[in-house]
């Protein structure tokens, strides 16, 4: 990680990527540690749906530029806090370079839905940067990096589809990717904290820490295995306290049980914390009946079977 003097060698130009969401086929919270952060174990599993996310360095200064319909403008706070510029900041603490750049983000994700689409932004920007430096981090290096920028950014900082994450999600194991399947994003007109559902957790009666497991790699292999690991810790804890998601789940797995033909593959999960719900399934929306007075969002999207190149252009 050395500085660069002179001239940047990729002044001028543009990488861009999409920014791919994720879910987590499953999800366990386990041990609490002493600062507060607790250890998980999860399927990270990536989606078609993504931020398009172009960074352009040897601009004269440095500025984020976040348009999409998504959200309101102020629902991605100050600059400075944003993960995607925080990405940007720490690349260039490390490597000294570069000094200037314009990050250009259009927003698909759903925001605060539990979806990573702040850290999908993060390790994009982070890609994009790699792709133009001089002197490029290695694979390792880079996930270095992304770790302290939440839970989300390693994974969604590599070039893979699917990967088993423990410890804050640093901790990677890249798996070949499932036959891409539709998948049914539920989203709710609000978002649920992270730290909060944390937080929900330490408190819980009924969700006590747990140990990390031995996981079978062939249990990962199918549709129909990683459908019986399917889980969320967070489920607990969150549909409780917001009775749509809760009411959303049932109405779902209902319909899902009723289906004979999907129920062997159907996992319908709350994504990540919340708040979105997720079905993989190919069952049309109107076949989703949403419990009366729900205002929900259905974005449709798909499984990844790989995660999109950067790109470089003038
Ligand atoms: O990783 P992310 O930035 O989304 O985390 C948001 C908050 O969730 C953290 O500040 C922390 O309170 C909690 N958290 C945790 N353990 C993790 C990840 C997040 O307690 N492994």
Redesign the pocket.
């Known amino acids: 990680m050395t500085a660069t003097a002179g001239r940047d060698r990729a002044s001028g130009t543009t990488a861009r990527t999409l920014a791919q969401a994720k879910v987590n086929l499953f999800l366990r919270v386990l041990a609490?540690e002493a600062d507060?952060?607790?250890?998980?174990e999860t399927l990270f599993c990536r989606l078609e749906l993504g931020d398009d996310v172009a960074v352009r360095v040897g601009v004269g200064g440095r500025s984020l530029d976040c348009t999409g319909d998504t959200l309101p403008s102020p629902a991605l706070g100050p600059m400075e806090r944003n993960l995607a510029w925080r990405a940007a900041v720490s690349y260039a603490d490390a490597t000294g370079w570069p000094n200037d750049w314009a990050i250009e983000i259009v927003k698909r994700i759903p925001v605060g839905g539990g979806l990573g689409g702040g850290?999908a932004d993060a390790g994009a920007v982070l890609r994009c940067l790699n792709r133009l430096a001089p002197s490029p981090l290695s694979d390792a290096e880079l996930v270095a990096l992304a770790a302290p920028l939440?839970?989300?950014v390693p994974f969604l900082t590599t070039g893979d589809p699917l990967a088993l994450g423990w410890g804050?999600?640093e901790r990677l194991l890249a798996l070949p990717p499932l036959p891409s399947r539709a998948v049914t994003l539920v989203c709710f007109p609000f978002g649920v904290p992270?730290?909060d559902a944390?937080r929900w957790l330490d408190g819980s009666k009924t969700v006590t820490p747990r140990e990390a497991r031995r996981l079978s790699i062939d249990a990962l292999t199918t549709w129909d295995s990683v459908a019986r690991l399917a889980h969320n810790d967070f489920e607990a804890v969150v549909a409780p306290r917001y009775p749509e998601i809760e009411r959303v789940l049932d109405a779902l797995r209902a319909g899902s049980a009723r289906d004979r033909d999907q129920s062997a593959e159907a996992i319908t999960l709350l994504a990540g914390s919340g708040a979105t719900v997720f079905a993989v399934t190919s069952a049309p929306e109107e076949a989703m009946t949403m419990p009366h007075g729900t205002s929900v969002r259905f974005v449709h999207t798909r499984t990844a079977s790989r995660v999109v190149a950067v790109g470089v252009s003038d």
């Open positions: 609490r507060g952060y607790h250890q998980l850290s939440g839970a989300d804050r999600g992270t730290p944390y």
